[in-house]
């Protein structure tokens, strides 16, 4: 029976109880076996949300971070645990620190007494939580510093935690005097390393026409006066600029954690060997401004400023802006909108091209050195379908621009905030000021995106979210939005202006169990190695690794200090040796570093006595696989490396996930195996859970030795969305048959327009479901996307066309035309 036609039967029986013991139910194309009651589903109301959004596995619901007016340009401590940000009090822009452990908020710079009143701006925090800088025109520090006239400044404060004391600003942009250099360029924040000992700003650049900047490094460990305090960035030309275009000098720095790399933009030639100044498209126009990178430490200084938004070394035509720099400057994430850095299906330019995010490895092949050759292409395009990775093709760009690159520590994760609405299945509706917009993040190893405020009942908050900023690991992303009220689920806050919200999530780790199988009395086995697999999202810092005793820890990479980014591993080798004859068992543990940090454990086994099997390979990854569906297989030989033929008696499937392996053929079983002889086990991977899963495949002999070998792979789900029709009249109902969904999880239903969702159902324990579903009124006719999307970015879509609904006809009557 086809679903339109089980759907039509079931109509003209409506209205039907849903019933509170479920069928099985299966929904494929064109067929459907009845699972569960369909029952008709209410449209749902666009009303005002009185619940906070709930999120997917792994993310965390957003919090409201201060109730401060007009809270902006948020700044985040590396553990996530503080968060500076502007906003305004007694009609004044200031500086505010929240402490999202005690939720308590304080004004860091409120103005003294004895001085005039004005606006501190561009706050920003350094990684370790100490030291805030902010541009301001209060003279905090009245002997260096005035109060009259033009009198922005740079100044930093430690916080009390860390041994400052409350509003002791120190005053950071000083001429070579020591007195305030006053006019310190406010178009852009100040840059500061982790420590908080090393920063830079944009101000005047000597000699050139007003409004042409340069950057100064200051290094606050050096005392005023003392040579090194005060460092002028490389790659300014010594001339003044020409009168040809429009020039800005050099802005916007971004500080590597050591303070060592410096990233900016200028509108010169900055990495030429005689750096000048740049063209534009247009004379009297703007020159084009470009994204370096200066290595401070660089031994041939000559050499260390490096373009970023370029391609073999030739700057874009268009240029760059907007730069954002990991932790210790190896990535660098820039916005342009030019259409020949990276080969790419772009969108098409009306006025201007749309801007896309762009990311520059520094260091392609990961052997820790900057700036060589580059073994692969170094500049990849981030704001496109699955971050840009193409398994087929070029990457398609999003179809709008994208803006505001922020970065993790590692560089792997980049938040952006975007109009484009091909970059996920649904779109989120648009609202706020010009720099607002959906807010994502791209998994770059895992090639993969995700809405940060995302959740069934999600579809109607609007992509109102500007200027985000991650936690070192990107477990914490903060954020301003136009749409505190909506995304909080508090009418309170339907009122305010922005507001600052931080979402925090948690990444999926898996590890494997591990079995050394029989090994010789008091002698300690080979080295083997299970690996943590980070599925995202977020990295993941390990703090504690930790086995049984009888096991040992040998090596390996999870080690505090290292980031594993969401889609890598990092390695644990442990050996055993038995010390009795007996079978051992013990649990290996990883925790994360921080309070809410994940964690994985597994089991490790292993027996005492005489090696007589071995099993090669001894771990395998599959390919990845389809919840459901049989996948990849292994062929294990099993090898006698005894001196004796042996009879094995035993295969089985144990460890984390045997349900989700199978035992397809084998030749081992109920036979002898000469020494040096040979078995084979194969083994197909048919995974009933998304994400990694893992078994150990255990072979056994008569008398009880054994040997394992660990199977594992990765499994997504692909649901599917099926119809009754795809042409309909708005206001007639449309059946909906869904399958491949995880199970027992609310699936919500509607357009990929950003409106309030049609309808939430719940899968059954197969994932699947039937309903009908009223289509409004409201609704436009034309083509639409319907979309079904769950928790763990599983995501259907159909396409259905509405046709304008049957207008009334009134019956004719005689003496009116008709007789």
Same mark, same amino acid.
């Given at each position: 029976?086809?679903?339109?036609?089980?759907?039509?039967?079931?109509?003209?029986?409506?209205?039907?109880?849903?019933?509170?013991?479920h069928?099985?139910?299966?929904?494929? =194309?064109?067929?459907?076996?009845?699972?569960?009651?369909?029952?008709?589903?209410?449209?749902?109301?666009?009303?005002?949300?009185?619940?906070?959004?709930?999120?997917?596995?792994?993310?965390?619901?957003?919090?409201?971070?201060a109730?401060?007016?007009?809270?902006?340009?948020?700044?985040?401590?590396?553990?996530?645990?503080?968060?500076?940000?502007?906003?305004?009090?007694?009609?004044?822009?200031?500086?505010?620190?929240?402490?999202?452990?005690?939720?308590?908020?304080?004004?860091?710079?409120?103005?003294?007494?004895?001085?005039?009143?004005?606006?501190?701006?561009?706050?920003?925090?350094?990684?370790?939580?100490?030291?805030?800088?902010?541009?301001?025109?209060?003279?905090?520090?009245?002997?260096?510093?005035?109060?009259?006239?033009?009198?922005?400044?740079?100044?930093?404060?430690?916080?009390?935690?860390?041994?400052?004391?409350?509003?002791?600003?120190?005053?950071?942009?000083?001429?070579?005097?020591?007195?305030?250099?006053?006019?310190?360029?406010?178009?852009?924040?100040?840059?500061i390393?982790?420590?908080?000992?090393?920063?830079?700003?944009?101000?005047?650049?000597?000699?050139?026409?007003?409004? /042409?900047?340069?950057?100064?490094?200051?290094?606050?460990?050096v005392?005023?006066?003392?040579?090194?305090?005060?460092?002028?960035?490389?790659?300014?030309?010594?001339?003044?600029?020409?009168?040809?275009?429009?020039?800005?000098?050099?802005?916007?720095?971004?500080?590597?954690?050591?303070?060592?790399?410096?990233?900016?933009?200028?509108?010169?030639?900055?990495?030429?060997?005689?750096?000048?100044?740049?063209?534009?498209?247009?004379?009297?126009?703007?020159?084009?401004?470009?994204?370096?990178?200066? *290595?401070?430490?660089a031994?041939?200084?000559?050499?260390?400023?490096?373009?970023?938004?370029?391609?073999?070394?030739?700057?874009?035509?268009?240029?760059?802006?907007?730069?954002?720099?990991?932790?210790?400057?190896?990535?660098?994430?820039?916005?342009?909108?030019?259409?020949?850095?990276?080969?790419?299906?772009?969108?098409?330019?009306?006025?201007?091209?749309?801007?896309?995010?762009?990311?520059?490895?520094?260091?392609?092949?990961?052997?820790?050195?900057?700036?060589?050759?580059?073994?692969?292409?170094? @500049?990849?395009?981030?704001?496109? /379908?699955?971050?840009?990775?193409?398994?087929i093709?070029?990457?398609? &760009?999003? *179809?709008?621009?994208?803006?505001?690159?922020?970065?993790?520590?590692?560089?792997?994760?980049?938040?952006?905030?975007?109009d484009a609405?091909?970059?996920?299945?649904?779109?989120?509706?648009?609202?706020?000021?010009?720099?607002?917009?959906?807010?994502?993040?791209?998994?770059?190893?895992?090639g993969?995106?995700?809405?940060? /405020?995302?959740?069934?009942?999600?579809?109607?908050v609007?992509?109102?979210?500007?200027?985000?900023?991650?936690?070192?690991?990107?477990?914490? !992303?903060?954020?301003?939005?136009?749409?505190?009220?909506? @995304?909080?689920?508090?009418?309170?806050?339907?009122?305010?202006?922005?507001? !600052?919200?931080?979402?925090?999530?948690?990444?999926?780790?898996?590890?494997?169990?591990?079995?050394?199988?029989?090994?010789?009395?008091?002698?300690?086995?080979?080295?083997?190695?299970?690996?943590?697999?980070?599925?995202?999202?977020?990295?993941?810092?390990?703090?504690?690794? *930790?086995?049984?005793?009888?096991?040992?820890?040998?090596?390996?990479?999870?080690?505090?200090?290292?980031?594993?980014?969401?889609?890598?591993?990092?390695? =644990?080798?442990?050996?055993?040796?038995?010390?009795? !004859?007996?079978?051992?068992?013990?649990?290996?543990?990883?925790?994360?570093?921080?309070?809410?940090?994940?964690?994985?454990?597994?089991?490790?086994?292993?027996?005492?006595?005489?090696?007589? @099997?071995?099993?090669?390979?001894?771990?395998?990854?599959? &390919?990845?696989?389809?919840?459901?569906?049989?996948g990849?297989?292994v062929?294990?030989?099993?090898?006698?490396?005894?001196?004796?033929?042996?009879? !094995?008696?035993?295969?089985?499937?144990?460890?984390a996930?045997?349900?989700?392996?199978?035992i397809?053929?084998?030749?081992?079983?109920?036979?002898?195996?000469?020494?040096?002889?040979?078995?084979?086990?194969?083994?197909?991977?048919?995974?009933?859970?998304?994400?990694?899963?893992?078994?150990?495949?255990?072979?056994?002999?008569?008398?009880?030795?054994?040997?394992?070998a660990?199977?594992?792979?990765?499994?997504?789900?692909?649901?599917?969305?099926?119809?009754?029709?795809?042409?309909?009249?708005?206001?007639?109902?449309?059946?909906?048959?869904?399958?491949?969904?995880?199970?027992?999880?609310?699936?919500?239903?509607?357009f990929?327009?950003?409106?309030?969702? @049609?309808?939430?159902?719940?899968?059954?324990?197969?994932?699947?479901?039937?309903?009908?579903?009223?289509?409004?009124?409201?609704?436009?006719?034309?083509?639409?996307?319907?979309?079904?999307?769950?928790?763990g970015?599983?995501?259907?879509?159909?396409?259905?066309?509405?046709?304008?609904?049957?207008?009334?006809?009134?019956?004719?009557?005689?003496?009116?035309?008709?007789?």
């Open positions: 029976m086809s679903l339109a036609t089980t759907l039509r039967a079931m109509d003209r029986t409506r209205p039907t109880p849903r019933s509170t013991r069928r099985r139910l299966a929904v494929a =194309i064109g067929a459907v076996c009845l699972a569960a009651a369909i029952v008709p589903v209410a449209p749902t109301r666009a009303a005002a949300p009185v619940a906070p959004v709930r999120p997917a596995p792994g993310l965390g619901a957003a919090s409201l971070v109730d401060v007016a007009s809270a902006s340009e948020p700044s985040v401590s590396s553990d996530g645990r503080w968060v500076v940000f502007g906003g305004v009090v007694d009609g004044r822009t200031s500086v505010f620190r929240t402490d999202r452990n005690t939720g308590s908020t304080a004004e860091l710079s409120p103005v003294p007494s004895s001085v005039t009143s004005g606006d501190t701006i561009h706050p920003l925090l350094s990684s370790d939580g100490c030291v805030v800088v902010a541009i301001t025109e209060v003279a905090f520090d009245l002997f260096r510093d005035n109060d009259r006239g033009d009198r922005w400044d740079v100044y930093r404060l430690v916080v009390p935690e860390c041994g400052g004391q409350p509003n002791a600003w120190e005053l950071v942009s000083t001429t070579r005097r020591g007195d305030a250099r006053d006019g310190v360029f406010t178009d852009a924040p100040a840059a390393n982790r420590s908080g000992a090393v920063i830079a700003y944009a101000h005047q650049l000597d000699g050139a026409p007003d409004g /042409v900047a340069t950057l100064s490094v200051v290094d606050v460990t005392p005023v006066g003392e040579p090194g305090r005060v460092t002028q960035v490389a790659g300014m030309p010594a001339e003044a600029p020409n009168r040809a275009y429009s020039y800005r000098g050099a802005t916007d720095p971004v500080l590597s954690d050591d303070g060592r790399h410096l990233a900016f933009v200028a509108d010169t030639t900055a990495s030429a060997a005689l750096p000048g100044w740049a063209a534009g498209p247009e004379l009297g126009g703007p020159a084009t401004a470009q994204v370096y990178v200066w *290595d401070r430490a031994a041939d200084q000559r050499r260390a400023v490096q373009l970023m938004s370029g391609r073999d070394g030739i700057p874009s035509d268009a240029g760059a802006r907007s730069p954002a720099m990991s932790a210790d400057g190896r990535v660098v994430a820039f916005v342009s909108s030019d259409r020949t850095l990276v080969p790419a299906e772009l969108p098409p330019c009306g006025a201007t091209c749309p801007t896309q995010i762009y990311r520059f490895d520094r260091d392609t092949d990961g052997n820790g050195v900057f700036d060589e050759l580059a073994r692969r292409p170094p @500049l990849t395009l981030v704001s496109a /379908v699955d971050a840009g990775v193409a398994s093709g070029v990457p398609v &760009a999003g *179809d709008a621009s994208s803006w505001a690159p922020a970065l993790d520590a590692g560089g792997t994760s980049v938040a952006f905030v975007t609405t091909n970059l996920l299945p649904s779109r989120r509706g648009g609202g706020g000021g010009p720099a607002d917009g959906d807010l994502l993040v791209a998994e770059v190893l895992l993969s995106l995700r809405r940060v /405020v995302e959740g069934a009942d999600a579809t109607a609007p992509g109102a979210h500007s200027n985000p900023a991650l936690s070192r690991t990107g477990q914490t !992303i903060v954020f301003e939005t136009a749409a505190p009220g909506a @995304l909080l689920g508090d009418l309170r806050l339907a009122g305010s202006d922005r507001a !600052i919200v931080a979402v925090d999530v948690t990444p999926r780790l898996s590890l494997a169990d591990l079995d050394f199988g029989t090994v010789l009395l008091n002698v300690e086995s080979a080295e083997l190695y299970v690996r943590v697999q980070n599925a995202g999202p977020g990295a993941f810092e390990p703090a504690s690794v *930790d086995v049984s005793s009888g096991f040992r820890i040998s090596g390996g990479s999870c080690a505090r200090g290292i980031l594993v980014a969401p889609g890598a591993t990092c390695s =644990i080798y442990l050996t055993f040796r038995p010390t009795a !004859i007996r079978g051992y068992s013990g649990t290996l543990s990883v925790t994360g570093r921080g309070d809410e940090a994940p964690a994985v454990s597994a089991n490790v086994r292993g027996a005492a006595g005489d090696p007589v @099997l071995l099993a090669d390979p001894g771990g395998v990854d599959l &390919a990845d696989g389809v919840v459901g569906v049989p990849a297989s062929a294990v030989d099993i090898t006698n490396v005894g001196f004796l033929p042996t009879q !094995i008696a035993g295969i089985a499937l144990g460890g996930h045997p349900d989700d392996f199978e397809t053929s084998q030749t081992c079983r109920n036979r002898f195996v000469n020494p040096d002889a040979t078995c084979v086990v194969e083994v197909q991977f048919t995974p009933t859970e998304a994400g990694f899963r893992s078994a150990l495949l255990v072979v056994t002999t008569t008398i009880g030795e054994y040997t394992s660990v199977v594992g792979g990765f499994a997504r789900y692909e649901p599917t969305l099926e119809t009754s029709t795809s042409v309909l009249r708005v206001g007639t109902q449309l059946g909906i048959g869904v399958n491949g969904f995880p199970p027992s999880t609310d699936v919500s239903i509607g990929d327009d950003g409106s309030a969702p @049609l309808a939430t159902l719940q899968t059954n324990e197969a994932g699947s479901t039937l309903a009908i579903i009223p289509m409004p009124l409201r609704v436009r006719a034309g083509e639409h996307r319907l979309v079904a999307s769950a928790a970015s599983a995501v259907a879509s159909a396409t259905v066309v509405l046709t304008a609904p049957q207008r009334g006809v009134t019956p004719g009557v005689p003496g009116y035309g008709l007789g």
